[in-house]
């Protein structure tokens, strides 16, 4: 048990460089080599069934971790690979709180995918988990990311009932329970941050610019990824508004300067996507001149 406390603790050190930007394959190789010793611990000794469920738990988690890193990074066959291995240690461990976890990275891997039917059901999976039942925490969680999903797919008002379901569980959750350690981001600011991804699937702009400024006030200052994420998506919600200059006031600072890290995945292609919308909304605007001049210094760093 004091191996698996080690690798516990390794394993809150991985989300804490996830969190500040740490994404890619370097997180993916560290996180792998994680799984490998935990799965290497079962054959060394005698360990009680309690200690090999908590290895397979961690193997699990590591797993999870790298697949996510594989999302970040768009490998998405890599990723797929990581997901089957890591819902089978989950199984060996038999923890529904893990295969909550996996549940949602299976939910954004459909999507990136492009199979949308599939995402639905990994988040209605995720929140028929039993952990669901006994947390309000995990169950507001489970209900916004199927929020997302059902946003994503057109289902607008049952994104909305399960995005009241998230609000009404996450006002019952005893913040002050111990709970592991990567569910720590999900918070006040978080919630805020996937209603407005909710709100910009369904077209209500303002409402969802609204969400995003409380997610940045709100946000904690470890959650770099998050702030930056969060940042280019308050940058697209304003420009949908046709707030050219705002959103471009907005999204300028996060180009990373040169020697800087590179943005995660998701928030490059939220750049993209912004780049290609400011040329059609504000085509030769000082504003869009500025945002040309420096986004394309800025690419050989995104």
Known sequence: ???????????????????????????????????????????????????????????????????????????????????????????????SEMKLRLWGHAALLSFHQRHTSDAVAAAEAGRRSLLCRRDALFRSLANARLAGALSAVGEGSAALRSLDHAESAYERADLRDERPTWISFYDRAELDGLSALVMSDLGRHEQAEAHLHRTLARLRPAYRRNRIYYSAQLALAQLAQGEADQAVATALPLLPAAGEQPLGGRTTDLLRQFDRGLKQVAPGARSAVEWADRYAEGKKEL
Request: glycine share 8%; net charge negative; no cysteine.
């Open 1 to 95: 048990m004091s191996d698996a406390n080690r690798l516990e603790r390794n394993f809150a050190s991985l989300i804490e460089a996830d969190d500040q930007g740490t994404s890619g394959i370097r997180l993916e190789t560290r996180a792998l080599a994680h799984a490998q010793h935990a799965l290497d611990l079962q054959t060394i000794g005698h360990a009680s069934s309690r200690v090999r469920s908590r290895l397979y738990y961690l193997a699990a988690a590591f797993t999870g971790t790298a697949l996510w890193a594989a999302i970040e990074g768009h490998q998405l066959e890599r990723a797929e690979g990581h997901l089957y291995r890591a819902m089978t240690f989950a199984g060996l461990a038999n923890s």
